[in-house]
């Protein structure tokens, strides 16, 4: 296992160690100490599961009480995930990193407490599994305008109209969001 840095200090990158041969493959997903030892000290109480269709687009989330740190990964198909640092004391506040999760490349991506999470489907579908460092709690969910102009995230649409809930729809410009600090 080793970490790529991220544009976002504290946004990380794991690449996981996958062994196959000609039965399948296995992959050890977590692991306290040897994430501790890439400097991912996290205390996860909740795992999560979705399944989404080809351009949904689900986020920004955060929740601004019981903030959530997040190890994302994919176990079918391809999303482009993204962080958005809401700390208002943080140099990186208000910029966002995106990356390339695909089921057949073995790769995390760690978002600690305090930035918003996102991602859009690139395949046909994706199931997308995140341990959370907290629990669900919607009366402190908040949702980030996913296409804010004064944050910039650059989703792969390729001229496509991305399939949003309600909720994002609704979502905030980062100057009307409450952040954290």
Do not use: C
């Amino acid at each position: 296992m080793k970490v790529e840095p991220t544009t976002l200090s504290e946004v990380l990158v794991v690449e996981l160690d996958r062994y196959g041969d000609e039965r399948g493959f296995f992959m050890e997903t977590w692991n306290a100490r040897a994430f501790a030892a890439l400097g991912i000290d996290a205390r996860f109480v909740q795992d999560n599961y979705s399944r989404s269709q080809k351009h949904v687009l689900r986020g920004l989330h955060y929740q601004l009480r019981q903030a959530q740190g997040k190890l994302v990964r994919v176990a079918a198909g391809e999303i482009w995930d993204v962080a958005v640092d809401l700390r208002r004391g943080s140099p990186g506040f208000g910029r966002w990193f995106g990356a390339r999760l695909a089921a057949d490349a073995p790769r995390a991506l760690w978002i600690p407490p305090g930035f918003a999470h996102g991602f859009l489907v690139l395949s046909e579908s994706a199931d997308v599994m995140y341990k959370a460092t907290d629990y669900y709690a919607p009366e402190h969910e908040r949702a980030l305008l996913w296409n804010d102009p004064a944050i910039g995230i650059a989703w792969p649409l390729a001229g496509a109209t991305p399939v949003l809930s309600e909720r994002d729809r609704r979502g905030v410009p980062l100057a009307q969001a409450e952040t954290y600090g």
